[in-house]
């Protein structure tokens, strides 16, 4: 079963990121995942506008808002998928996308809000589950973690809920 398309192989990715999972646990004893990396971000910049209240809280005094492994991957993540975008034409620079502009028109400010939304729906929601879908959904279930198969059963669930909600209704 071959993949037809300028973009990347989504078989050949998939295996790419199960062998940097791997690598992730054999050099660094920790397993690959990014929302914690937010959370470091967000202290940063909590620090730079208010360093006294972001001390304050509790996330903060155990987990210190720093430039780690995790910080570098989140950058790692943004430049790797430009260069995917770039390298598999797949970059268009179109701020709505034709699936999006097709059911919902072509206002920009409701396509951007709406990713706003739901970005920040999914951060809390990473946060509340202990993890996020690199976390729970490779991490996790690389380790046979029963917590993760579920958490990964749920995103599976909420994710062809969401497009059944947006796009037959």
Partial sequence: ???????????????LIGVLSMATFYFSDKP???STSYARLAGMVGNLFSKSHTES???YQDSKPKIEWGVMLLF??????????????????AWVPLLWQDRFGTDVTMRLGVAFLGGAIMAYGARLAGGCTSG???SGALQLSVSSWIVLACFFAGSVLTAMLLYRL
């Fill in 1 to 15: 079963m071959g993949y037809e398309g300028a973009a990347w192989s989504p078989y050949l990715v998939g295996a």
């Fill in 32 to 34: 690959l995942g990014i």
């Fill in 57 to 59: 809280l509790k996330f």
């Fill in 76 to 93: 790692g993540v943004i430049i790797g998928a430009f260069i995917a975008a770039y390298t598999g034409d797949e970059m268009t620079g």
């Fill in 136 to 138: 729970h959904g490779i």
